[in-house]
């Protein structure tokens, strides 16, 4: 791996929000320049699956079989939802993000549910918004992912437009979060690369 890239990722991790003790041994472990193979294999042990995909969202690595490799750590490991969604939170990732929506439908009992759940709290807007109007919007968001996911945008409903309305308005911001950006080229590449 080019050391550039490394360098890169080292730097988003020190200066990562909320950095957790996997930032610090993401940061060790890029130390020792690892290849794709050595990322690619470190997620096949449970003990490293943390600080790899903390490294991984670092290094914003994008590759069929590193996808490929993470769909199936994601669907295998239910606690790996959860650690993903910690470095997706404050070090977004394009791949990871995709894996988590390729996964089947959001249902509470699904692997797919914790990255919702973040997506929904970087999205809602304002984010202390309750009762019905919660509930609409929250609606109009698992409508918008349902279509977005087979790409069926016949019949729009006033909901899925305020969840537009809200996207719109964070990309217009000076300089949206590269969360929201990922999420919305997700959304519009029906969840494709």
Not at 56 to 66: K, Y
Not at 119 to 137: L, V
Request: neutral net charge; glycine residues 4%.
């Amino acid at each position: 791996m080019h050391r550039s890239l490394v360098q890169a990722a080292q730097k988003r991790l020190k200066s990562a929000a909320w950095p957790s003790t996997f930032t610090i041994k993401a940061m060790a472990f890029l130390d020792h320049n690892p290849t794709e193979d050595d990322l690619l294999n470190s997620l096949e042990h449970q003990a490293h699956i943390p600080v790899t995909l903390e490294a991984l969202c670092a290094l914003r690595l994008e590759s069929p079989q590193l996808y490929e490799r993470l769909c199936l750590t994601l669907g295998s490991h239910p606690s790996v939802s959860w650690s993903m969604i910690d470095s997706l939170n404050h070090l977004a990732w394009y791949d990871g993000m995709r894996a988590f929506m390729d996964l089947p439908n959001p249902l509470k009992c699904s692997k797919a549910y914790p990255f919702y759940i973040l997506a929904r709290n970087k999205i809602f807007y304002p984010s202390d918004m309750m009762g019905s109007t919660f509930e609409y919007h929250v609606k109009g968001f698992w409508a918008l992912l349902a279509a977005a996911r087979i790409g069926h945008w016949q019949q729009i409903q006033p909901n899925m437009l305020a969840i537009v309305n809200m996207l719109h308005t964070h990309l217009n911001e000076e300089q949206p979060t590269p969360f929201i950006t990922y999420f919305c080229a997700l959304l519009l590449g029906a969840s494709s690369p």
